[in-house]
């Protein structure tokens, strides 16, 4: 049967609990669960015909989307996470795949990979599409179709008890930074980097770790002085009552810069549809809906575009 609903929020919030993800109180992890609590049943998402009619044959004959989920074995709280009870990532990524799913009247089927072999997985036919925390820029747009469907920011996360404070590239010079390999802010920090040199001021120490959980154990062991992560993440991260990391800054990114988008293979017909599917959703409320279960209803954008204008 197609899947035409999402989670709900009864099950949502349980999961958050088991997970150990619900914070007691006044943070941002209380607001999560309390949006996914009173979100009144869950955001429903019912076939849209004028769009599902838009969707390739293809997909339509397959009856199914196969997303690729590129967050690995991370836990990305509240971008896409599991419990330890269960393995089903519950989020913001999951629920935008629902979205698409549902008002294209198709079953979603979901499956985890490396960031890298998403990529490598829709360019050889076992993806359809892409719904990750992949930022848009030039030269993905060259190589893939993107269509935008949130904006993204960048944190600093530290130690609790570090006392740096990071407003711009000097003051990570002579600065160990983690970084996860193949994403935009590793190029980003790879700027500033080039920045700091170019002043003749001590490098940047750009240190790549594969899984979050990398980056963590660095950051607390000393290995590094900081890490360059998701804003969301290390938002929700730092507000948890026994929290061990701060956020010591974000990384400036104008808002052509700030995209992130679902990708699909250049010329599959995907794009402009799931356009068509976020729009309809803004539309009517239900896109705004899914921001603000997880809290993240700063991060919409206003309209949903194929291959937008991009600064980087």
């Known amino acids: 049967m197609p899947r035409t609903g999402l989670r709900s929020t009864l099950g949502i919030t349980a999961l958050l609990a088991s997970a150990g993800l619900i914070a007691a109180c ?9 949006a996914a ?7 429903q998402v019912e076939k849209v015909d004028s769009i599902a009619s838009q969707v390739p044959q293809q997909y339509r004959d397959a009856g199914q989307l196969v997303f690729g989920q590129g967050t690995g074995q991370s836990q990305y709280p509240p971008i896409a996470f599991s419990s330890v009870d269960d393995p089903t990532l519950i989020g913001l990524l999951p629920d935008i795949e629902d979205l698409i799913a549902g008002t294209f009247g198709l079953e979603k089927v979901d499956k985890k990979d490396s960031f890298e072999g998403a990529f490598l997985g829709l360019e050889s036919g076992k993806y359809d599409i892409l719904v990750s ?5 030039k ?6 179709d993107m269509s935008s469907f949130a904006v993204n920011k960048y944190a600093f996360l530290t ?8 407003d711009g590239p000097e003051d990570l010079a002579g600065k160990t930074v983690a970084i996860k390999p193949g994403t935009a802010q590793a190029g980003l920090l790879d700027q500033w980097n080039a920045e700091v040199t170019g002043k003749g001021l001590e ?3 750009i240190k790549g770790y594969g899984e979050t959980s990398s980056s963590y154990l660095a950051l607390k062991s000393g290995k590094v002085d900081a890490y360059l992560t998701i804003g969301a993440v290390a938002d929700y991260r730092a507000a948890q009552d026994d929290a061990d990391v701060r956020v010591a800054g974000y990384f400036p990114l104008p808002k052509e810069d700030s ?3 679902i990708v699909t293979k250049k010329g599959s017909g995907l794009a402009q549809p799931v356009c068509d ?9 239900q896109y705004q809906q899914i921001l603000d279960r997880w809290h993240l209803g700063n991060y919409a954008v206003d309209r949903c575009e194929v291959n937008p204008p991009t600064g980087h």
């Open 277 to 285: 599917a976020i729009n309809h959703a803004i539309d009517s409320g």
């Open 159 to 166: 130690e609790k008890g570090s006392d740096l404070t990071v």
């Open 203 to 205: 490098p940047i120490d």
């Open 37 to 43: 609590d009173t979100a009144s049943g869950g955001v």
């Open 259 to 261: 995209l992130i988008g």
């Open 26 to 34: 006044g943070s941002s992890a209380g607001d999560v669960a309390a």
């Open 139 to 144: 030269d993905r747009e060259e190589k893939y």
């Open 133 to 137: 925390q992949i930022d848009i820029n």
